[in-house]
């Protein structure tokens, strides 16, 4: 095992001499606004916000055109994406089918997070993305930074309780910022999709695999930081583990196992704006958790353990502090590689609330995203959870 992994890493430091410029993406800098929700016909303002350890996050809120912007908005929605995906997950398929489009069309007040590392949130206030410490995070300062920080941006600026939904990725994030309590009393209800605290029943191939294999430690000898797929040496690396394995042709399914409604016609679209990058830190937590069945702080490994957290062990997160009284709604999936359903269960029952559950058994980890029929199949019966927490005229 050693030294397979060994050779690999010999290998491609030697093949991938020079290609460091390619890490460097196209064009930092988009605007999700002027991408997919003005050429929709929707309204779209972008919100920039710096966190308080330097990050520049943007933030942008939505509205539909059947609202006239002097009316009143209704009540605050922030999307949270998952892992390798941004805010424009929410709108990738037409109107009438994208939750993003649809909250705003129900009248929502729709706000997007874009967490830091995405192309739509590449900045910080003294680090550029080539050095080091920029990507030194992962989902715990996603929580703990960005998620509590636009909680808390929205909040001020609705001034009132706002909902929350999330996806994958994005519910990790919620979880841990739920144990905080000054984060919880400002959110009125979560709708969590692919719910996720535990990752040790994790089943799609690719992900084993790179668990398998190490991949965390291979990229942090190869002396990456960042985790970008559309980098030649991750996608050289990445063939690399499925050759002779697994067919990894339909990358889709290797990461995230089978999905059941998404329209395949569309992959190469979805691709022109997913994957988004990650930190390497982040990948390593994130196979901490999937190794160890643990919900908890990242692993420094014993000495720097104890100078971070005065424990040879890294905290848990508590999901028993996560208070009652905050309305849940989950939605999980029987085909879903990544929130598999034995971890889902461990999750609630953890939980001191008892969440309302929908589960649904062909639906895989992706199609809750980007599902043709998710409007009927999920995110009907989402709104409807909404609705009843704060009742408001909508148009
Ligand atoms: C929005 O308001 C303007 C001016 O008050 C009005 O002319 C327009 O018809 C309204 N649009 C909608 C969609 O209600
Ligand atoms: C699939 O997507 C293509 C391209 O957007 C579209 O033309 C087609 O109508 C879609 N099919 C279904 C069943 O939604």
Redesign the pocket.
């Given at each position: 095992m050693k030294w397979l992994l060994l050779a690999v890493v010999i290998a491609f430091t030697i093949f991938s001499a020079g290609i460091d410029s390619h890490l460097l993406r196209e064009s930092p800098v988009s605007s999700l606004c002027a991408d997919l929700i003005h050429p929709a016909g929707y309204s779209c303002t972008e919100h920039i916000i710096q966190t308080k350890d330097g990050y520049i996050l943007a933030l942008q809120r939505v509205a539909s055109p059947a609202q006239n912007l002097s009316l009143q908005y209704g009540p605050p929605v922030l999307l949270q994406h998952g892992l390798f995906m941004a805010g424009d997950a929410w709108f990738l398929n037409s109107p009438k089918e994208s939750l993003g489009f649809i909250l705003a069309d129900h009248g929502f007040d729709v706000w997007v997070g874009n967490v830091r590392g995405t192309r739509y949130s590449y900045g910080h206030i003294t680090l550029s993305e080539t050095d080091k410490e920029f990507w030194d995070w992962s989902w715990q300062d996603l929580a703990m930074y960005d998620l509590a920080e636009m909680v808390e941006y929205l909040y001020s600026i609705a001034n009132s309780k706002i909902f929350l939904v999330g996806h994958s990725q994005g519910t990790i994030m919620s979880f841990a910022a739920f144990t905080q309590p000054h984060v919880a009393e400002m959110v009125e209800g979560a709708a969590l999709l692919c719910p996720i605290s535990y990752l040790d029943h994790v089943t799609a191939p690719l992900v084993e695999r790179m668990v398998f294999m190490h991949l965390d430690q291979m990229v942090v000898a190869l002396g990456l930081h960042q985790i970008n797929f559309r980098s030649d040496m991750l996608v050289k690396l990445v063939d690399s583990l499925c050759e002779g394995h697994m067919d990894c042709s339909d990358f889709l399914t290797s990461i995230t196992g089978k999905n059941c409604c998404f329209?395949a016609?569309?992959i190469d679209?979805y691709l022109d704006y997913e994957p988004h990058p990650s930190s390497v830190k982040n990948l390593r937590h994130l196979f901490q958790m999937i190794r160890k069945g643990s919900f908890a702080q990242y692993d420094y490994g014993l000495l720097k353990n104890l100078m971070n957290y005065g424990f040879s062990k890294p905290p848990e997160f508590e999901l028993g502090l996560i208070p009652a009284s905050l309305p849940m709604w989950m939605a999980y999936g029987g085909n879903d590689g990544l929130a598999d359903v034995t971890d889902v269960e461990r999750t609630l029952a953890k939980l001191p609330s008892r969440p309302e559950l929908l589960y649904l058994e062909s639906y895989g980890h992706m199609d809750f995203v980007l599902s043709?029929s998710a409007k009927e199949d999920v995110y009907e019966h989402m709104i409807q959870f909404l609705r009843a927490r704060r009742k408001f005229s909508s148009w």
């Amino acid at each position: 095992m050693k030294w397979l992994l060994l050779a690999v890493v010999i290998a491609f430091t030697i093949f991938s001499a020079g290609i460091d410029s390619h890490l460097l993406r196209e064009s930092p800098v988009s605007s999700l606004c002027a991408d997919l929700i003005h050429p929709a016909g929707y309204s779209c303002t972008e919100h920039i916000i710096q966190t308080k350890d330097g990050y520049i996050l943007a933030l942008q809120r939505v509205a539909s055109p059947a609202q006239n912007l002097s009316l009143q908005y209704g009540p605050p929605v922030l999307l949270q994406h998952g892992l390798f995906m941004a805010g424009d997950a929410w709108f990738l398929n037409s109107p009438k089918e994208s939750l993003g489009f649809i909250l705003a069309d129900h009248g929502f007040d729709v706000w997007v997070g874009n967490v830091r590392g995405t192309r739509y949130s590449y900045g910080h206030i003294t680090l550029s993305e080539t050095d080091k410490e920029f990507w030194d995070w992962s989902w715990q300062d996603l929580a703990m930074y960005d998620l509590a920080e636009m909680v808390e941006y929205l909040y001020s600026i609705a001034n009132s309780k706002i909902f929350l939904v999330g996806h994958s990725q994005g519910t990790i994030m919620s979880f841990a910022a739920f144990t905080q309590p000054h984060v919880a009393e400002m959110v009125e209800g979560a709708a969590l999709l692919c719910p996720i605290s535990y990752l040790d029943h994790v089943t799609a191939p690719l992900v084993e695999r790179m668990v398998f294999m190490h991949l965390d430690q291979m990229v942090v000898a190869l002396g990456l930081h960042q985790i970008n797929f559309r980098s030649d040496m991750l996608v050289k690396l990445v063939d690399s583990l499925c050759e002779g394995h697994m067919d990894c042709s339909d990358f889709l399914t290797s990461i995230t196992g089978k999905n059941c409604c998404f329209n395949a016609s569309r992959i190469d679209y979805y691709l022109d704006y997913e994957p988004h990058p990650s930190s390497v830190k982040n990948l390593r937590h994130l196979f901490q958790m999937i190794r160890k069945g643990s919900f908890a702080q990242y692993d420094y490994g014993l000495l720097k353990n104890l100078m971070n957290y005065g424990f040879s062990k890294p905290p848990e997160f508590e999901l028993g502090l996560i208070p009652a009284s905050l309305p849940m709604w989950m939605a999980y999936g029987g085909n879903d590689g990544l929130a598999d359903v034995t971890d889902v269960e461990r999750t609630l029952a953890k939980l001191p609330s008892r969440p309302e559950l929908l589960y649904l058994e062909s639906y895989g980890h992706m199609d809750f995203v980007l599902s043709t029929s998710a409007k009927e199949d999920v995110y009907e019966h989402m709104i409807q959870f909404l609705r009843a927490r704060r009742k408001f005229s909508s148009w």
